[in-house]
């Protein structure tokens, strides 16, 4: 978890150096929300076929066959899953450059004309992402997880050489600027792909191009990935509804949604998204060795520890939400009024922090016993109520209706994920009280870490805000207050996870120091 954290931790902060240059040379116009919808279409792969399905329902696969057959078969099937998924990617992007030659035609709206202008260039990127992602499973299979985190920050970086260097090259017009965002999101995926299968051949692994799509291994995943490519694609499907609702809004919406989701995102990519990737591997050997009472055990874990960084993160985020806002994004283009319309987007983003999170932990669950079909069940439905609720909530609530519908969905997951887990997991006794003590714990840190925030934030002068010195401090001493008030509660409370956390790390230190 540690190394992935960490790993994490410098992507989403190269990721926030990206977006504060996005904020200050586009700010909230429709050229950029024009980008991150054309953007949505590879990233709708990656998150299914590259870090979604195809990579949930390999890991286990690739595991069993590793320890039943060894290595050199285990690198067959990757071998025959990478060529055959290659091709059709390959397939996919020529089909989809077609079609938006052909349609872009039908809208007379500029903003969409201008969308749909931009997705051919930035669809080959799915085919290099996604086996980049597939590789990173192979890598987390044989519990390697520091290069597959790290993958991301490339596309940070190249992102920042665009805007400061490529991107002034098409002039001042901020449309033809997008160019050189083009230009780094391909440039970034052939280096993703690179770096990730060198690092793989480092390790024993040989490619050999197998394009068998009849082989029994192959159709076996294939009949584990279909479900599951439905119930990553739904998830996916809201992300883009989302953004064609804000469309709907008007650029602004699109950016300022954006903005926001890259905040919460960050306490999501470093506990979360960690935790999911270090989980699904052990949930799985758990399940491969029939040994399910270690697969509550190590659920019960990654839930509690999930929820016990998550739930203050979000009440932070609330409460500074504005000096937050000012001190990343407000600069250059991005003026007072998009201050405030990505301010209110995320106070209705943030408290879903611990129901995002939590998610990925609860599905790895199902993964790893090679049940893709009920999480689709469940997505289906909050596809559904997202979609209700868009349209119930964008009138009177404009984009922050779109925010919060996303989070009320996310708690439904939750509770849907929890109890159809519960009836899968009957005959085995769940730790549900030590999860509701640990739970009614962290809430009663989190309030007294609220009340200490309150009360920094109150006592704090109002004077100077602009000034970036001031930014700073209105938002790091009381952050740093509550944090430091709910570790203390924490221990006064002796709470389980900030000790077993300190014992797992003070671990594997010792261990890299007696291998080393």
Request: overall charge positive; some cysteine; glycine content about 8%.
């Amino acid at each position: 978890m540690f190394v992935s954290s960490a790993g994490i931790f410098l992507s989403r902060l190269s990721g926030l150096g990206r977006d504060i240059l996005f904020a200050k040379f586009w700010g909230t116009g429709n050229g950029l929300g024009a980008f991150f919808i054309a953007f949505t279409i590879p990233n709708l792969f990656r998150r299914v076929l590259g870090e979604g399905a195809l990579s949930d329902a390999f890991v286990p696969t690739f595991l069993e066959k590793l320890g039943k057959n060894g290595e050199i078969q285990a690198y067959k099937l990757a071998s025959n899953v990478i060529t055959v998924i290659g091709l059709i990617l390959l397939a996919v992007i020529a089909i989809g450059i077609g079609i938006c030659v052909l349609i872009r035609p039908l809208f007379p709206s500029p903003f969409v004309q201008l969308t749909i202008f931009i997705v051919p260039f930035l669809l080959p990127y799915t085919f290099f992402i996604c086996l980049t992602g597939l590789l990173a499973g192979i890598l987390n299979s044989l519990n390697h997880f520091a290069a597959p985190v790290l993958n991301p920050i490339i596309l940070n970086i190249l992102f920042i050489i665009a805007v400061l260097f490529i991107c002034p090259m098409f002039g001042s017009n901020e449309n033809n600027r997008l160019f050189g965002l083009a230009i780094a999101v391909i440039v970034a995926g052939f280096l993703q792909l690179t770096v990730t299968y060198s690092i793989l051949v480092k390790l024993g692994f040989e490619f050999t191009f197998l394009p068998d799509f009849k082989s029994k291994e192959f159709r076996d995943l294939v009949r584990l990935v279909i479900p599951g490519i439905f119930g990553a694609s739904i998830n996916q499907i809201n992300v883009l509804f989302d953004r064609l609702f804000a469309g709907w809004l008007g650029g602004y919406a699109v950016t300022s949604l954006y903005y926001s989701e890259r905040i919460i995102y960050l306490p999501i990519g470093i506990f979360g998204v960690a935790l999911a990737t270090s989980s699904l591997p052990v949930f799985s050997k758990a399940v491969s060795n029939k040994k399910i009472e270690g697969l509550i055990s190590a659920l019960s874990y990654s839930l509690r520890h999930i929820l016990y960084l998550t739930i203050p993160c979000a009440c932070i985020i609330i409460l500074l939400s504005e000096p937050l806002v000012a001190l990343i994004y407000q600069r250059g283009s991005f003026n007072l009024e998009s201050c405030k319309n990505t301010m209110l987007a995320l106070i209705y983003y943030a408290p879903g922090i611990p129901a995002f999170a939590a998610v990925k932990i609860l599905r790895n669950g199902f993964y790893s016993q090679k049940n893709t079909i009920t999480p689709v069940r469940i997505g289906c439905f909050c596809l559904c109520l997202n979609l209700a609720l868009n349209a119930l909530l964008i009138i009177p609530m404009k984009h922050a209706g779109l925010a919060l519908a996303t989070t009320l969905c996310a708690f439904m997951n939750v509770i849907l994920l929890v109890f159809f887990l519960s009836i899968n997991l009957k005959s085995y006794k769940i730790p549900y009280g030590e999860i509701g003590t640990s739970i009614a714990k962290i809430l009663i840190c989190t309030i007294g870490s609220c009340f200490a925030i309150w009360i920094s934030k109150e006592n704090l002068s109002a004077e100077f805000q602009n000034r970036f010195s001031m930014k700073i401090t209105n938002f790091f001493i009381p952050a740093v207050v509550g944090c430091g008030t709910y570790l203390g509660m924490s221990l006064l409370l002796k709470t389980k996870e900030p000790i077993e956390m300190y014992t797992n790390l003070t671990t594997r230190l010792s261990a890299k120091r007696v291998n080393s």
